[in-house]
């Protein structure tokens, strides 16, 4: 990952979007999402060989693939949830900006509803015997 890269345009565009704020606020706003989406495209293309290596790990602990399913599909949910709440909180929707994050963790807790399930029916199975 190119930190340094990244943080020139998290930079410019935050100077960009302040000098923007006073004359053109709607366009300030885009340019602050079109910067963010460029740069979750930059992390998303770095963290890829990093997946392949968890992927690896999980099969060596012999473990089922739902399992990392659902950390990835979470670990999405999360960035995806936070990225939106923060493009809204730029546009100064603060209420829709808590609206999304709420929704971000009831879609986490649905998506772990199954690991849940296993951690209850492992739990029965020791007491039971």
Known sequence: MNIVGIAG???CAAVIAAMLRRYHQEYAAL???AAGVVILLEIFASVA???HQIQTLFSATGLTTDYILILLKTLGI???AQFAADSCRDAGENALASKMELAGKIS?????LPL???IAETAVNLIGG
Do not use: G
């Open 31 to 33: 340019l602050s999402i």
């Open 78 to 80: 999360s960035f995806l």
């Open 9 to 11: 345009i998290a930079v």
């Open 49 to 51: 060989p990093a997946m």
């Open 108 to 112: 986490i807790v649905i998506l772990s």
């Open 116 to 118: 849940f399930e296993k």
